[in-house]
């Protein structure tokens, strides 16, 4: 045999191993070889961070005008405080009125005083305005409430009087002993006198 002809033998046989080496993994995986799966990867869902807790609500409050406490608190009568009448402006007959009280436990001033001039019918005229019930003056043992009284200027049609007599706006049928104070010579005009709210000052109580 030729060179020739034993080099052509020789390349045939190589290309045919090659060819039977390149097509043997096919032949495997179509004869159901095992195929490597690509690992997942990392899921997109995103997953929501745990919630804080809510915060407690708030305790219910009181409404109105004072806390729930303030309903247990009682206007003041004549049985609860002491009462003064000292002299302010005699040119006015005005004077100044004041109540302590003399209890253990806390009351309100309510209103104006009801104030009358020795044995003269009717009432001091009530001057300015006061206010309502849950908002009236609360006295704790001890403290004071003011108002201002006015007899008026001498004008020919009142008369003189030695003392008057107060009690408490109440606002109940309660019987009330009435509290005296000696007032010399108070001039009392039918026209002008007049008394004010009950107030936390003697500054407000003779300026109203």
């Known amino acids: 045999m ?3 002809r034993r080099a052509a033998l020789v390349l045939t046989t190589l290309s045919a191993a090659l060819a039977l080496t390149a097509c043997g993994p096919a032949e495997d995986d179509s004869a159901g070889g095992t195929v490597t799966a690509t690992p997942a990867g990392p899921s997109t869902a995103s997953s929501k961070p745990p919630s804080k807790p809510s915060k407690p609500s708030a305790p219910p409050t ?5 806390s729930s406490a303030d309903y247990d608190v009682f206007p ?3 049985f609860d405080v002491t009462f003064t009448a000292s002299l302010a402006e005699p040119t006015t007959s005005s004077y100044l009125l004041k109540v ?3 209890g253990t436990k806390a009351c309100r001033a309510l209103g104006h005083p009801v104030v009358t001039f020795g044995d003269l019918d009717g009432a001091a005229t009530e001057r300015g305005a006061a206010p309502g019930i849950e908002d009236a003056l609360r006295l704790e043992p001890g403290e004071s ?3 201002g009284l006015m007899g008026g200027a001498d004008d020919g049609k009142g008369r003189t009087v030695g003392s008057i007599a107060m009690t408490m706006n109440t606002e109940s049928d309660l019987e009330q002993t009435p509290l005296t104070a000696s007032t010399p010579d108070l001039y009392v005009s039918p026209d002008i006198n007049s008394v004010t709210p009950w107030v936390n000052n003697v500054e407000d109580a003779l300026s109203l």
């Open 100 to 102: 302590t009280n003399k």
């Open 76 to 78: 003041c009568s004549t």
């Open 145 to 147: 409430a003011y108002a």
């Open 62 to 66: 009181s409404s109105g005008g004072g």
């Open 2 to 4: 030729s060179t020739v």
